[in-house]
C-alpha cells in the first residue's frame, strides 16, 4: 500500500460569486462533515473545491483565475486535488476542460452528487436543510427557489441555474427551525426571483404564505427579502411586511432600468409608468420600506437620452440602497445578437455619475438618521470598531453601523438599541443606548 493513500484529505471549498453560491457552498461542506470529511471554507487543504461565478465578464474573470491559481498551486505540489463546480463550469464546461485540463473533474450546478462522490463521499438525502453556514452565526441565507423562467436578454442565469423551481414551504420552515437551533437570529431570503415563489407548486405566487410561516419559527427574529422581480409581484407580500415585526421593512428588487425602449429591448415585462407606480405602493403600504435597487447603464442601444431618464428616475425616486453595472454582452443571452455599441469608457462614466447621484442621496437621507434610535445586530468587530445593521441593511451590500470599540462594549450576534450620532454618505456612527 502506498503511504500517500492514509493521508486525511482536508477538503478546502473555496466560493466565488453571489449569497446563492454561498448557500450551495453550505451545502456541500454540510454533506461532507456528515460524510466524516474535514472540510474547511476558504483555508488551507490539500484537496480544492471552487465554487464558480459565470454571470458576468468581471466574475467570469475572477473564476478563471482562481482555478489557474490553485492549478499552479497542484503543479508545484502544493494541493493534490483540484476540482471546479458551479455557474462558470455549469457553463463553460467543454471549453474550461480544454484551456484548463490540469482540473481534476469540472461539475455543473446540479451534480452535488457526482461531486461528492468524486470527493469520497456519499449524498446525504436525509440532510434536509442541513449545512455548514459560513456567514457570521447571528445570520444566514435560505434559498427558497432555484432556477429562473423569466426572459430577460441580458442574462445568462437560466443557462446556468435551469427553470423556476420552488422549495416545498415545510421544508422552508425545517431548514428554519434547524438554523435558529444554532443561533441565527436573521434569515436572508434569497432566490434568482423571489416573486414567482410557489406558482410551480401551489399554481399561485406563495411568497406572502412562506413568510407567514416563517415568522412563527422560534428563536428567527428578522427576516429579509433579496431578489424580487417587479412584474407580477405579489402586493399580499406587502401586508405581511407591514403587520408581522419580524419581516424587515427591507425589499431588494433590482429594476435593471426605467427608459421605456431600453426596458422592452431587455424583455422586462413592464414601463416606467408600471415600475414607479409598483415602487409608490410599496411606499403607501410600508412607509418605513427601505428599497433597494440595482441598475445596468450602457446596454445594447442605451442613448444620452435614455440614460437621462435613468438618471432624472433616480433623483425622483431617492432610493435609500442602490447598485450600479456596466452592462455585459453575454454570449447565447438574447441581447448578445444586438450590438455592444455603447464604448466601455461611457458605460463607467455612466455607471460612476449613477453612484455619484445616489451618494448624495445617500448622505442626506443618513443625515435624517442622527439623534434616532435603531436596533441593530452586532455582526463582528473590526479593527477599533464594533460593526452592527439596521433592519433597513443587508450585510456586506448596504449601510453599517459603527461602534466605537474603545469606548463602548456590545455583544457580537445581540440585539443592541443604538442612538446614530454622525452619519456619512454609506455609514453611520452610534453609541449604544441604555434602554
Not at 414 to 428: G, V
Request: net charge negative.
Amino acid at each position: 500500500m502506498r503511504t500517500k493513500s492514509l493521508k486525511k484529505n482536508k477538503i478546502n471549498v473555496v466560493t466565488l460569486g453571489c449569497s446563492k453560491n454561498v448557500y450551495d457552498s453550505e451545502v456541500l461542506m454540510g454533506q461532507l462533515r456528515a460524510n466524516n470529511k474535514e472540510v474547511v471554507h476558504e483555508e488551507e487543504g490539500n484537496v480544492v473545491v471552487i465554487n464558480t461565478c459565470g454571470f458576468i465578464a468581471n466574475a467570469k474573470e475572477e473564476s478563471v483565475n482562481t482555478i489557474l491559481e490553485y492549478v499552479q498551486k497542484k503543479e508545484a505540489g502544493e494541493v493534490d486535488k483540484v476540482f471546479v463546480t458551479g455557474c462558470l463550469s455549469e457553463r463553460y464546461k467543454p471549453d474550461l476542460q480544454q484551456e484548463i485540463p490540469n482540473v481534476d473533474e469540472y461539475f455543473g450546478t446540479s451534480d452535488l452528487p457526482n461531486l461528492l462522490k468524486a470527493l469520497g463521499a456519499d449524498y446525504k438525502h436525509e440532510l434536509l436543510g442541513e449545512r455548514l453556514t459560513t456567514t457570521p452565526k447571528n445570520y444566514a441565507y435560505l434559498k427558497i427557489a432555484e432556477g429562473c423562467d423569466r426572459p430577460c436578454s441580458f442574462c445568462a442565469i437560466p443557462l446556468m441555474r435551469g427553470k423556476h423551481k420552488s422549495k416545498p414551504i415545510e421544508e422552508l420552515v425545517s431548514e428554519s427551525e434547524k438554523l435558529a437551533a444554532k443561533g441565527v437570529k436573521e434569515l436572508i431570503l434569497i432566490a434568482q426571483d423571489l416573486t414567482y415563489y410557489g406558482l410551480d407548486l401551489y399554481k399561485k405566487r406563495n411568497l406572502a404564505e412562506l413568510l407567514q410561516e416563517l415568522v412563527k419559527v422560534e428563536g428567527i427574529e428578522w427576516i429579509r427579502l433579496h431578489y424580487a422581480f417587479p412584474t407580477g409581484f405579489p402586493m399580499d407580500v406587502l401586508k405581511v411586511m407591514r403587520n408581522e415585526p419580524k419581516v424587515c421593512n427591507y425589499i431588494d428588487i433590482p429594476l435593471q432600468h426605467i427608459a421605456d425602449p431600453i426596458l422592452k429591448s431587455m424583455r422586462r415585462g413592464t414601463t416606467q409608468a408600471k415600475t414607479t407606480k409598483l415602487l409608490q405602493d410599496f411606499r403607501a403600504v410600508v412607509p418605513e420600506m427601505t428599497i433597494r435597487t440595482t441598475l445596468i447603464v450602457g446596454y445594447p442601444g442605451e442613448t444620452e437620452e435614455d440614460f437621462q431618464t435613468l438618471k432624472d428616475w433616480v433623483k425622483e425616486m431617492r432610493f435609500e440602497r442602490l447598485g450600479c453595472f456596466t452592462y455585459s454582452h453575454e454570449e447565447n443571452t438574447h441581447a448578445y445578437s444586438l450590438e455592444d455599441d455603447v464604448p466601455e469608457d461611457v458605460k463607467q462614466q455612466r455607471a460612476n455619475e449613477i453612484m455619484e447621484i445616489q451618494s448624495q442621496i445617500s448622505w442626506e437621507l443618513n443625515q435624517e438618521k442622527i439623534g434616532k434610535t435603531f436596533r441593530c445586530i452586532i455582526d463582528r468587530k473590526e479593527g477599533n470598531y464594533f460593526v452592527g445593521r439596521t433592519e433597513h441593511d443587508s450585510p456586506d451590500v448596504d449601510n453599517e453601523v459603527l461602534i466605537d470599540a474603545s469606548k463602548h462594549y456590545v455583544k457580537i450576534g445581540d440585539f443592541t438599541e443604538i442612538e446614530i450620532t454622525e452619519a456619512s454618505d454609506f455609514d453611520l456612527y452610534g453609541v449604544p443606548t441604555t434602554k
